[in-house]
Structure formats: C-alpha cells, structure tokens
C-alpha cells in the first residue's frame, strides 16, 4: 500500500469514527430478520408471533420471517440456535421458562446452554391458574388445602407435560402448603377443559389463558402472578393467599451470544413498541405483557432457578 494510499483510507477512518459525510455507515437492520419458534404452529409462542410480526416489520423497516424448528419441548430449535446462528441480530428465536431451566437440569444432554445466549426480552407471561370444576367442593383455595392436608395424595392435579410450567407450579404447591397431591400428567391443554367439566380431576394447574375460557364453566381458585391478572380481575393471587408462588409460562426472545449492544437495543425498542400495540388483543386473552431487559432478565432468570432447581434436582434424584 503506497503512503497515498494509506493517508486516504486513513481520512475515510477517520470521517466513519466522527460520523462525517463521505462514508456510508451500516444501518441495523438492512436485511430481513428470521424468528424461529421452536414449537409447531397453532400454540401460545406461534400466535403471539404472528401478532408481532407485522408491527416488528412495520417498526423495523425489514422483513420478518417467522418460521417453526419444533421437537424435544423447544430443545431441538434452541440447540440449533445456539451451535449455528452468527451474532448478527438477523437471527433471533423465541424462548420459554420453565423450559430453558428446567430441561438442562433434568436431561442428561438438553443440547444447549440455559444461559448461551442473549435474552433480549421476556414480553409477556401466562402465569399459572389452579381451576377446579364448577360445582368443586373447593371454593377457595384454602378449602382445597386443608382437604389435601387431611387426606394425603386424594386431591389429583392435572396439567400439561411433566415438569413443565404446569408441573412445577403443582411441585410449589406442595411444597408451600406442606401437601402431598397426585399429579396427572395429560399431552396437552387441549384435554383439560374436559378433564375439569367431566370431574375426572380435582382440579388442574394451566395458564391464565384457560382459566378466561372457562371462568364460566369452572372456578378459578387462584393465579400465580405477582399482582392480579387483567382478564380475571376477581380472581387473588397465590402471595395474596399466603403463598410464594409466582410462575407460569414467561415468553420472550434471544439472539446469539455477542450480538452487539447496540442490535440487541434496536431489537429491545421494536418489541416494547410491538407489546403496547398488541396489548388490547393479548390481554383479554389472560397474557399478561410485561417489558423484562436488561439486568432484569438475569434476575427474572435468577428468581426461578432459585425456586425450580431445588424442586428439580429432587424430582431427578427420584428418577
């Protein structure tokens, strides 16, 4: 390189560092961004992304592309992601808890890091809800607990998938309330609405979102939210009743390891944006949105290994 040369592409470092015109400076994002849900499509993560996306592109200025990398509860997607996507922020994946926590505890090789990424935002929760048919016995919580204490393992809880959400709020009751319940186990949400109005269960642990489409049908005895749950406005809190119990599903989105600040920023802004515009749709729906970032991600992630890793190591030591 000649010293000519040398002084010009110098100059041109120089205009770049000062922000001085002659140089065109890169602009995040320039590209369409692909967000991947690892679940199949039709579930909590994939509605709320498709609600997302045309306000994210709008807020951007670049295509979003949602697409599906299902298999494992979310692990096979999230192991993918995180051996292969490039910190660019064109690559981003929707993550869940209890999941990220609970699966590399509980399985000899989840294939991911629960921290071997970059939470960019936790944007909403469905915390939680213990439901019990209409004509339950149990019109309280309370009531359930003092039946549960005089008659060990009688009260069956179902819920969706073992040691997911659902489970481990169960294993937090039992915990917090020194009971001893039978859980049951079902494929999904999609049995329980029956399992309550048939009253083969006592009761069942799901989200918030169930407990709004059968407050008509059934009772919701409590929800485990830090303060009461927009869409079911009657209906305490477990900490109201005397419980420690805040949990549930928190949904949100990561990017890879050493994505730039500045990117993950970017990205925080689109989705805070994104959550004030489609409130009104999620919220009668029993989501509550929240805006978690930044240091608050950690202790989010901090609270819940706290509670679920003690619940979890004992389940595996049972296994």
Known sequence: ????????????????????????????????????????????SDVTARFQEPHLEEILGVDVNVNHRPGGGGAVGWSEFQSKAEPTGYEMIGVNIPHI???????????????????????????????????????????????????PQAVTLGGSGTFSANHLGALRLEREADIDVTYIPFTGTGPLPAAVQGNHVSGIFNYSMLGV??????????????????????????????????????????????????????????????????AEKQEPLGFVMTDITDGEVDEVMQQLQSAYQPILEEAKANQ
């Open 213 to 278: 489409q059968m407050q008509d049908n059934a009772r919701v005895l409590a929800v485990a939210s830090e303060e009461r749950v927009p869409a079911l406005p009657d209906v305490p809190t477990f900490k109201e009743l005397g419980y420690d119990i805040v949990g549930g599903a928190y949904r949100g989105v990561a990017v890879p390891k050493g994505t730039p600040d500045e990117i993950v920023n970017t990205l925080e802004d689109a989705f805070a944006k994104t959550n004030e515009r489609i």
């Open 101 to 151: 926590i609970a699966q590399p505890i509980m399985r000899e090789n989840a294939g991911y890091e629960t921290d071997n990424w970059k939470i960019v935002t936790f944007f909403h929760t469905t915390p939680n809800a213990l439901i019990v048919p209409k004509d339950s016995q149990f019109e309280t919580l309370d009531d359930l607990v003092q039946y549960a204490k005089e008659n």
């Open 1 to 44: 390189m000649t010293l000519a040369t040398t002084r010009w592409v110098g100059s041109l470092t120089l205009m770049a560092a000062l922000g001085m015109p002659g140089i065109a400076l890169a602009e995040y994002p320039e590209q369409p961004i692909t967000y991947t849900i690892p679940f199949d499509p039709g579930g909590e």
